[in-house]
């Protein structure tokens, strides 16, 4: 296992990576995603939630992100962040870097005054769901729902 925390960067994601993490999820799920991390980027950017959406960077080389923004009042909730998508490159899967991004997103949302974190984790993810409560989560007293809308 190499060390790498001496050269990791983390920085706000820009547009301009969109292309990277979209190559970082590929690899990790084994598949082309139709994910527009472009859209993704500018509609956090649009909402001004660019500090709560970092990359990491080792050698200048994007390695890893997580993309969040906050929710204010829905459900029960007044204010709250959710971590919309997250993903480190399978090359450096295991260095720590995911922890690196997820402390400095909880500095952010720490000086912002918001307690709650959320995220959604498919139940059969085992290493992301190991990776979530090495972090402190917990489930949460929500449900998720889904509608399949046919043509």
Known sequence: MNNFSENITIRNVNVSDAATLKEINDAITNEDADIDFAQIIKEYKQKDEEDTSFVAEID???VAYMI???LYGGFGLKKSAWIVTFGVDPKYMGQGI???LAHKLFEK???KGIKHIYTTVMWDSIDLLSFFKT???DRSSFINLKKV???
Do not use: A, C, P
């Open 149 to 151: 809308i046919k043509d």
């Open 135 to 137: 972090l402190g989560f």
């Open 68 to 70: 969040s923004y906050t």
């Open 109 to 111: 949302y720490r000086e």
């Open 98 to 100: 995911g922890k690196m």
């Open 60 to 62: 200048g080389q994007v």
